[in-house]
């Protein structure tokens, strides 16, 4: 499967359910998804964690206009994950078939053009320079946006647009406009200052383009927490929008001897 860093919409949809079995319900040669199914908006990728089976498998999906899968391994974990890519509103199956056994299993997939929204959770700044506690300083007193906003995605149908909005934490908004993705291939290495503290599945450049503002983010899909009947993980519904400000930062601060700037905001999806 090419790299999991695919073109990724605001991404994961949470009304999905985890499904649990005993031991006794299931054999090793099973293929068990952690969750069987999904609601996710056009453009939008949403990962399920899955393991069983010997490890060779193939996807169908059962109306290829609505969406495709395909399948990456978990390494160095054991398990995989099924990504899912909608492409329009609509209804598919999705099913994973074992190539030795034969044994498939069905996911439910419903695209709708509901919105997405990720609320920023915590900010965490990280600099590399000989002089930090200004740089320091500034990055803590001027937050993008406050703790418990909102990053609201929806799909204008009429205009075949993406929207973004801003909320704040009360609900109101700060400003509204456009999004535009460009695929992202790989982690930048200025991200090492402030890695991720789990798997990344998957990235995209968002750019937000709110008129006299405009924002540009390295948007990653993070794996979430274990299942509670098994050690895959569940599908993630963590996102984290790093920025790299290392120039800005040379600017602003020019006898700092500024190596490496880098924020992340860490959200968690609500659908």
């Not at 393991?51 to 609505?66: A, K, L, R, W």
């Not at 890519?85 to 997939?109: F, H, Q, W």
């Not at 919105?115 to 959770?121: A, E, L, V």
């Not at 790299?244 to 609500?270: M, S």
Request: charged share 25%; proline share 6%; net charge negative.
């Amino acid at each position: 499967m090419k790299n999991v860093f695919l073109l990724l919409m605001v991404i994961i949809a949470g009304l999905a359910v985890t499904v649990g079995c005993s031991d006794d319900d299931k054999s090793k040669d099973d293929i068990i998804l952690t969750q069987t199914s999904v609601i996710v908006a056009p453009n939008e990728i949403y990962p399920i964690a899955f393991n069983g089976g010997s490890g060779i498998y193939t996807t169908t999906v059962s109306d290829p206009e609505i969406a495709k899968a395909e399948i990456s391994s978990l390494d160095p974990d054991p398990g995989y994950v099924l990504l899912i890519e909608a492409k329009k509103e609509g209804a598919a199956v999705i099913i994973v078939t074992d190539e030795k056994s034969g044994k498939s299993v069905n996911c439910s997939l419903y695209v709708k053009k509901n919105g997405s929204r990720f609320t920023i959770k915590e900010v965490r700044n990280a600099v590399d320079a000989d002089v930090k506690d200004a740089i320091e300083s500034d990055l803590r007193d001027n937050p993008p946006f406050p703790v418990g906003s909102c990053f609201v995605v929806t799909f204008d149908s009429e205009n075949s647009e993406r929207r973004i909005a801003i909320e704040n934490p009360d609900g109101t908004e700060i400003m509204s406009g456009v999004l535009f993705f460009e695929e992202l291939n790989g982690i930048p290495e200025i991200y090492k200052l402030l890695p991720p503290e789990n798997q990344v599945y998957a990235g995209q450049k968002w750019n937000m383009d709110f008129g006299g503002h405009k924002y540009v983010y390295d948007m990653f899909l993070i794996r979430g927490e274990l299942s509670t009947y098994s050690s895959v993980p569940v599908s993630p519904r963590h996102v984290h929008f790093y920025e790299d400000l290392t120039e800005y930062y040379k600017t602003e601060y020019p006898g700092a001897g500024v190596k490496g700037v880098v924020r992340v905001q860490l959200c968690q999806y609500q659908y």
